[in-house]
Structure formats: structure tokens, C-alpha cells
């Protein structure tokens, strides 16, 4: 069980350039989000799924996109970069929600993105 | 909007001594969820708290959770300097029911 993966670990864009992360997971999980992390900022949700073919926004989708054409892939685009996207990019994956179960979220290694 | 405010963000303490991290969350919500982070790594799952009253521990950590005043602890026993790290915790909101709310994390650093 590799649990959740992030291609790629370590990005370096120059302004404008785009770049698709990949997020992974094999647990079998419905949803599916993405996240940055700054420092002082926490973690911030930037869009998130809850099915295969569904994505929704979260609180900072401006200048991302993303697709889950399969369960098991969330995909991250950025279309053209811009240097306050420098951040380290967090995938999560949890199972539906339900009362008998803990549903906590389960996180991939991260993608430190700089763009120059 | 929906806060989940941790404090202190900042903390050094000494070995051996005890303390107790605070998350304030303004919306109900029936779980919450503290999570630990080392520096450049992921986040890691280290309780979840479903009930009002629910008490979770797990060596010198002791989570809790008070629904009815929004509030759960985060209380270090005899810290040790393994225990350095960024923790978080995350508000379920029963509103939405799919997302999570993370706290901005308190910054542990344990002095020998």
C-alpha cells in the first residue's frame, strides 16, 4: 500500500510557465483535495473532489484548476504561474464520510513548487 | 466564516516540563482531528475525537474535546525533544460535511 502520492517532489517554474501536479492514492478513497502550505498560513484548501468527475472549489482556487477523470488520480494545474504560487502543494485523500469511522484525512509527501 | 484558531503558535519549553496547546473553532462540528508535522515533511495523524468528553492518548500527548465550547487541548506530558514539531488541528464541519478547517499550528521546540 503506497497510501497517497505526489508527482513531482521539487518543481522550479519561471513566471508563466504551467505544470500539472499528480496526486495518487490506492485506498480506495472518494474524496480528494489539494492544498498549499505558506508559512504562518497553515494549510489552505485550494479545490477538493468528492467523487470521480466532481471538483469543487475551496478557499483559494484562483489560478488552478484540476480534474478527477479517474478515482484514483486529482490532478492540479496551473496555467500560468506566478511567484505568489511558490508553496508547497499537499494532497489528501479520506474515505466517505460516515459516522462509525474516524474519516481522517491521509496526506501525500507534498511538491515544493518555486516559480522564479 | 469559519475559524479554527490555535494558540500559542509559538512554543519552546523545556524538557521535562508539561503544557497544553488550545483549538478554538467557531462552527459545530461532531470530530476533530490533530495532526503532527516535522519540518519538510507531511502531516501525520495522530488523534481524532469524535464525541463531546472524548479523551485520546497516546504517550506524553493527551487530546480532548469539549463540543459545546468549541474547544479541544492538545496537553504534553514531560516533554522530550522527539515531541519538537508543527502541530495541527482540523475542524470537520458538519455544515459542509467534505472539507476540513485547519488550525495555522503551534510550532513546538523542546530545549534539552
Not at chain 1, 19 to 43: F, I, K, S, V
Request: proline share 4%; aromatic share 12%.
Amino acid at each position: 500500500n503506497a497510501g497517497v502520492t505526489q508527482t513531482p517532489k521539487f518543481r522550479v517554474l519561471k513566471t508563466g510557465q504551467s505544470m500539472t501536479l499528480l496526486c495518487a492514492q490506492d485506498m480506495n478513497h472518494e474524496y480528494m483535495y489539494w492544498y498549499r502550505q505558506d508559512p504562518g498560513m497553515g494549510l489552505r484548501l485550494i479545490h477538493y473532489s468528492v467523487g470521480e468527475g466532481t471538483t469543487a472549489k475551496g478557499e483559494v482556487p484562483d489560478g488552478y484548476n484540476v480534474s478527477r477523470l479517474k478515482k484514483q488520480n486529482f490532478l492540479l494545474g496551473l496555467e500560468s504561474a506566478a511567484p505568489s504560487q511558490t508553496s508547497v502543494y499537499f494532497c489528501a485523500s479520506r474515505r466517505l464520510r460516515d459516522y462509525s469511522s474516524y474519516n481522517e484525512q491521509f496526506f501525500g509527501p507534498g511538491t515544493r513548487l518555486t516559480v522564479l | 466564516e469559519l475559524k479554527v484558531e490555535q494558540n500559542p503558535l509559538f512554543l519552546s519549553m523545556q524538557e521535562g516540563k508539561n503544557y497544553t496547546i488550545y483549538c478554538n473553532y467557531s462552527t459545530t462540528s461532531d470530530r476533530l482531528y490533530w495532526y503532527r508535522q516535522d519540518p519538510g515533511k507531511s502531516l501525520e495523524s495522530l488523534f481524532v475525537l469524535l464525541s463531546n468528553g472524548a479523551v485520546k492518548q497516546e504517550g506524553r500527548l493527551m487530546a480532548s474535546l469539549d463540543t459545546k465550547a468549541r474547544l479541544s487541548t492538545l496537553h504534553i506530558t514531560a516533554a522530550v525533544h522527539d515531541l519538537s514539531a508543527t502541530y495541527f488541528c482540523a475542524v470537520d464541519a458538519t455544515v459542509t460535511g467534505n472539507q476540513f478547517y485547519f488550525g495555522t499550528g503551534t510550532s513546538l521546540t523542546v530545549i534539552p
